[in-house]
């Protein structure tokens, strides 16, 4: 009975220990190379890190340089436009696809991979296949004018004013399908029976979208504002591949201008100050949303 009893107790322990076991190794290396470098990354930003880091803290004067120059401040106007338009457009024409899709209409499963797949591209085809379609000499522009329309002019990826929204356009075009089947989820899950309730009721469909059905998405909102906002916060490869951060500056952006600063101008103190404060944009978004999902659990018991 002993030995019985120590079997079926090692065998406990063995079924309890093992996945502890098994995610070690993973929990380990998130420690060291996600955590420990964000740590460097914070002790970089108040030493006097050049070309290689460096040890000797100087307090917070890459933060009050990173705030004095121009070019930061034009990596936040950048930001705030791009990701403002980004997360308003990404959110209204997914919101309106979610609905169309929604009205069970002939050729869904066709139609919902053509808005998906955008989304399987990497920042990297979709900024350079958008180069070339922004292109004045070999794009859109030259292929209307090709048709016969010579007065037709659409060069805003050379223009120092509207580069950034070329940027917009593209990034937009990548999620909306993401961000339209975040909706649709939501959608497929309100109860029938509440809408034909009030349809009964004589509510039209405005009304009815616009007094249950929206305010029931609340959670589908959330949660594409929080991925929308920290992929606007750290686009870096659609910038490269789209704009490279020009014509100048025009469309540079804090991940961009953290790049920039890190391993081309050989500041690294003033590159990891930026990052500190990307990182600290991305908590802000993040962390609300985190408190908000584990109070509404813990009232919903």
Not at 66 to 87: C, D, E, P, Q
Not at 91 to 114: N, S, Y
Not at 131 to 153: C, M, R, T, Y
Not at 211 to 216: A, G, L
Request: glycine share 8%; charged share 15%.
């Amino acid at each position: 009975m002993a030995a019985s009893s120590a079997y079926v107790g090692g065998r406990a322990w063995v079924q309890e220990a093992l996945p502890k076991l098994v995610l070690a190794p993973s929990l380990a290396a998130i420690l060291l190379f996600v955590y420990g470098f964000i740590a460097f990354t914070g002790y970089l930003s108040f030493t006097d890190s050049k070309i290689l880091p460096s040890f000797d803290l100087i307090g917070f004067e890459n933060y009050a340089k990173l705030f004095g120059l121009r070019h930061w401040s034009t990596a936040l106007t950048n930001l705030a436009i791009f990701g403002g338009l980004y997360i308003l457009f990404c959110t209204v024409f997914g919101l309106l696809l979610a609905i169309f899709l929604d009205q069970k209409i002939r050729g869904e499963g066709v139609l919902r991979p053509i808005y998906l797949y955008p989304m399987a591209l990497s920042f990297i085809v979709t900024g350079t296949a958008w180069k070339w379609f922004l292109d004045p000499g070999i794009g859109l522009e030259q292929i209307v004018q090709n048709a016969g329309f010579e007065g037709f002019s659409f060069n805003w990826i050379k223009d120092r004013e509207m580069a950034i929204y070329c940027v917009v356009i593209a990034a937009v075009w990548q999620s909306t399908g993401f961000v339209m089947a975040m909706f649709l989820a939501g959608l497929r899950g309100i109860d029938n029976e509440i809408l034909k309730a009030a349809q009964i009721d004589g509510a039209s469909a405005t009304k009815l979208y616009r007094r249950i059905v929206i305010p029931q998405l609340r959670p589908a909102f959330l949660s594409a504002f929080v991925v929308l906002a920290h992929m606007a916060i750290k686009s870096y490869d659609l910038v490269i591949a789209l704009t490279n951060g020009g014509p100048g500056r025009a469309t540079e952006l804090p991940a961009t201008f953290m790049y920039s600063y890190t391993f081309t101008r050989n500041q690294m103190g003033v590159g990891a100050a930026s990052a500190v404060i990307m990182l600290m944009m991305i908590a802000s978004v993040i962390v609300p949303y985190l408190y908000a999902e584990i109070r509404e659990r813990r009232d919903g018991r």
